[in-house]
């Protein structure tokens, strides 16, 4: 399967995840990442506000506050660049991609300013490679990144497939 292929695969079952199982899975991989080193170690952390078949997001948001940590959120650039500035949950509108994202009100945070990034991805393979959306918004991203970078993914998201020269691999998969 080439990428595409890959990435519609993958939507449509993530899609067809039982909400029960997910919930379940969620969790298990939220206490995965808290027990981390890098979520330990990481004052300011970006992750991302997820589609209803992804991760859960808001779990990691919610814990990572209450850890007395800053959160920010992607919001996309026009000419396909990405930004991440501070969450607040009342200045959110939606992205072209009907993704959740920081309004104008929040600035941008420099990527030397972040300690950790939660990657999402539909596909990964064992080299930690993803495959994403299809719009290389994180690997652009990340190919200037210093900082520590993780994803949160079901098992049936562990996918053998040839990455690009252009792809970044994410340092570390939790995985249930």
Excluded: C, W
């Amino acid at each position: 399967m080439n990428k595409k292929e890959i990435r519609q695969h993958l939507i449509k079952s993530l899609k067809t995840q039982g909400q029960k199982e997910k919930a379940g899975l969620d969790k298990l991989l939220l206490e995965e990442v808290i027990k981390s080193r890098a979520y330990q170690d990481s004052q300011v952390i970006a992750t991302y506000m997820a589609l209803a078949f992804e991760y859960n997001t808001q779990l990691l948001i919610e814990r990572a506050v209450k850890d007395g940590k800053k959160i920010l959120i992607p919001r996309t650039q026009p000419q396909g660049e990405m930004v991440f500035a501070p969450y607040h949950p009342d200045y959110l509108v939606k992205s072209q991609f009907g993704i959740l994202e920081p309004d104008g009100r929040q600035k941008a945070v420099a990527s030397s300013e972040i300690d950790l990034i939660h990657v999402p991805g539909l596909a990964f393979n064992p080299k930690g490679f993803r495959i994403g959306f299809g719009k290389g918004y994180y690997d652009r991203y990340l190919g200037n990144f210093k900082g520590r970078t993780f994803s949160t993914i079901y098992a049936r998201q562990r996918i053998e497939f040839q990455e690009d020269a252009h792809d970044i691999a994410v340092m570390e998969v939790f995985s249930q």
